[in-house]
C-alpha cells in the first residue's frame, strides 16, 4: 500500500513540471504583455520599453525565460514580477485562493451530499414519478449555463431585497466592504451571508453531473448477485442498502468528482464574474484581458498542482477503497 | 410483432416468370421466420422508440432549421437597427417577437444569429475532437509502449488546467471569429475523446477478429482504421453528441466572460451577457436567448441519451 502511495505521488512529478511547460509556450503564445506600453500613442520612448523588458525578463531567448521563471518559482516561491510594478503575485494569489477555496469547497461538499442522496433515492426507486422527476432536472442542470442561472439567482436575490425585506441577500463581493462590529463572529457570518447565492449556483453545477453517476452506479450494484445474495439471506433492506450496496456504488463517484475539480474551478471563475468576487476568477480574467503574463504562468501554476494533487488524492482513495487496485 | 416471410421475395420473383428460377437461398423449414436485421438497424429502431430522444431529435432539426434557414424568411437583418423610435426596447410584439434592445435591433433576428454562430461553433467543436480525437485514441492504444505513455501523459496534461481558462488565454489575442474559437474549444476537448476511444480500443485489441486480421497480413493502419475504429463507433457518436452539448455551454460561457465570439457579430453568450443588467427591466433580452442555449443543449442531451441506450443495449437493463 505505502509503495503504491509513493508511486502514485513520484508520476505526478513529471505531470506537473511538463504542465508548466505546457503553460508557458500557450501564455507567451496568447500575446506581447507591452502591448499596452507599444500601442500607447503619443509613443512611449523606447528607452522605456526596453527597461519594463528587462523587467519582466522579456528580453531573453524563451527557453531562459522559462527556466529562469520555474527556478525562481521552485528554489524561491517568487512568482516573477507583474505587469503593475507595485503588485506582489504571491500575496494576490493567496488571498485569492482563500476566496475561491471557500466557494469551490463549500460546493462540493453539499452538491455531492445532495448527488449521493438524490442518485441513491432515485435507483431505488426506479422509474418512479421522483425517479424521473429528478432525473429530468439532473438534464436540465447538465444543459443550463451557469452564468445564465447565476444571473437570474442574483436578480431574484434583488428583486426579494427590494420588494420582501432589505439586506436578505449578498449579491455583490465576497465580503461587505465596511463593517460596524469587527469581531470575528460577524465577519464569519458576513462570509457566509455573501457565501449564499453562489454556492446555489456552483453545487448545481457539480450535482447535475454526479446524481447521474450515483444513479447509474448504484443501480449496476443493486442489479449485482452479491446484492441479490445479501437479501435472501435476510438481511434487512436498510443494511442490504447501506453497508453492502451504497458502499460499493460510491468508490467510482470519488474519482469522477476528482477529475471534475477542473470543471469546477471553470464554473468558479463564471460564478464570481457574476457575483463581483475577487478571487481565482478575477484575478485570471483581468491578467488575460492585460496579457499579465508571469500572473496567468502563477495562476495556472496554482490550479493545475490543485488539480493534480486531487487527481492524486482520488487514486489514493480509490485504493484505500477498493482491495483490487490496492492488491494489483 | 408482425413477422414478414423470408421466402417473400423469392415468392415475388417466382410470381413475375413462368420458369421458376433456382432458389438462391436454401429453403430453411422454421416456425417463426425472422428478417435479418443489421446492428445499426436494429440501433436504429431502438433509438426511434425512445420517445424523449426522438422528441429532442425533431426539437433539435427545427431549432438547426431556425438558427440556418430562419434568416433568410425573417424581415429584420442581425445587424441592422431600426430607425423608428418607438422600436427601441419594445417588448414582444407581433413585429418584434422577442421585442428590441436599446439600439432598435430585432430581438429575433439577434437570437437567430446568436443560435447560429453559438450551433457552428459547437458542431465544429464536436467534429474537431471526434476526428482528432479517434486518431488521437486508437494510435495510443493500439501501439501502447512508449507511444501510449507520450500521448496519454499529454492528455492528462491538457486536461489539468481549467479549459475555459485556457481558452481565455488563448482567444483573447485573436480576432475572435467563429472558426477560431471553435478550434481553441475543439482542441481543448480532443484530450477527453482520445481517453474513451483508447479505453474502447484497449479491451477491442484483445480480441479474436483482430488477431485474425494481424494473422492475415493486416498492417497496423488497417486494423487501426478499418477494424479498431468501426468498432468503437458507438461509443464515438454517444461521446460527439455529448460534446456538442458541453461545446455549446463553453462557447456561451468564454463569449460571456467576453473571449469568445464578439462584436459586431454576435452568440448567445454575447447576448446575455450584454443584456444582464436588464432582467427586471427588459426580460426578453435575457430570457430568450438563455432558454435558446437550455433547448439545444438539452436536446442534444438528451439525443446522446437515447443514442447511448440505442447502441450499448448493455448498458441498459430494460429491453426495448
Partial sequence: ?328 | MPDVNINAPIAAQQAGSTEPPEPRVPRVEREFTVVEKSQWQQAGRRFVRHRIAMVSSVVFIVLLLFAFVGPYFWQFPYNKFSNNLSDLNAGPSLRHPFGTDNLGYDGLAVVMRGTQQSLKIALSIALLAVVVGSIWGVVSGYFLGFVDSVLMRFADLVLTIPALALAAALAHNTTGSWWVIALVLGGLSTPYVARVVRGTVLSLREREFIEASRALGASNTRIMFRHLIPNALAVIIVNATLLVAAGILSETALSYLGFGVRAPDTSLGLLISVAQGAVDTRPWLFYFPGIFIILIALTVNFIGDGLRDALDPRQTRQRR
Fill in chain 1, 1 to 328: 500500500m505505502f509503495a503504491f502511495l509513493i508511486r502514485r505521488a513520484l508520476v505526478s512529478i513529471p505531470v506537473l513540471i511538463a504542465s508548466t511547460l505546457l503553460t508557458f509556450i500557450m501564455v507567451k503564445l496568447s500575446g506581447d504583455p507591452l502591448q499596452y506600453l507599444k500601442l500607447r500613442n503619443p509613443p512611449v520612448p523606447r528607452h522605456t520599453i526596453l527597461l519594463e523588458e528587462h523587467r519582466l525578463g522579456l528580453d531573453r531567448p524563451w527557453l531562459s525565460q522559462y527556466w529562469h521563471w520555474i527556478t525562481n518559482v521552485l528554489l524561491h516561491g517568487n512568482f516573477g514580477q507583474a505587469i503593475d510594478a507595485t503588485v506582489n503575485i504571491r500575496t494576490e494569489l493567496s488571498s485569492a485562493l482563500l476566496v475561491t477555496a471557500r466557494l469551490v469547497i463549500l460546493s462540493v461538499i453539499i452538491s455531492v451530499i445532495l448527488a449521493v442522496v438524490t442518485g441513491v433515492y432515485s435507483a431505488v426507486k426506479q422509474y418512479s414519478v421522483t425517479d424521473y422527476t429528478t432525473t429530468f432536472a439532473g438534464f436540465l442542470f447538465l444543459s443550463m449555463p451557469v452564468f445564465w442561472f447565476a444571473i437570474l439567482l442574483k436578480q431574484g436575490g434583488i428583486w426579494y431585497n427590494e420588494h420582501v425585506s432589505r439586506g436578505t441577500f449578498f449579491t455583490i463581493g465576497e465580503k461587505s466592504v465596511f463593517l460596524t462590529d469587527n469581531s470575528f463572529w460577524s465577519r464569519m457570518s458576513d462570509y457566509a451571508g455573501h457565501l449564499v447565492l453562489p454556492t446555489i449556483v456552483l453545487s448545481l453545477a457539480g450535482y447535475a453531473g454526479w446524481t447521474r453517476f450515483t444513479r447509474a452506479s448504484m443501480l449496476e450494484v443493486l442489479n449485482s448477485d452479491y446484492v441479490r445474495l445479501a437479501r435472501s439471506k435476510g438481511l434487512k433492506p436498510r443494511q442490504v442498502l447501506i453497508r453492502h450496496a451504497l458502499r460499493t456504488a460510491l468508490i467510482p463517484l470519488t474519482t469522477v468528482t476528482a477529475l471534475d475539480i477542473a470543471a469546477l474551478l471553470g464554473g468558479a471563475i463564471v460564478t464570481e464574474r457574476v457575483f463581483q468576487w475577487h478571487g481565482m476568477g478575477n484575478m485570471f480574467l483581468t491578467a488575460v484581458q492585460n496579457i499579465d503574463a508571469n500572473v496567468m504562468l502563477a495562476w495556472l501554476l496554482v490550479t493545475a498542482t490543485i488539480v493534480i494533487l486531487f487527481n492524486l488524492f482520488a487514486d489514493i482513495l480509490y485504493g484505500v477503497l477498493d482491495p483490487r487496485i490496492r492488491h494489483a
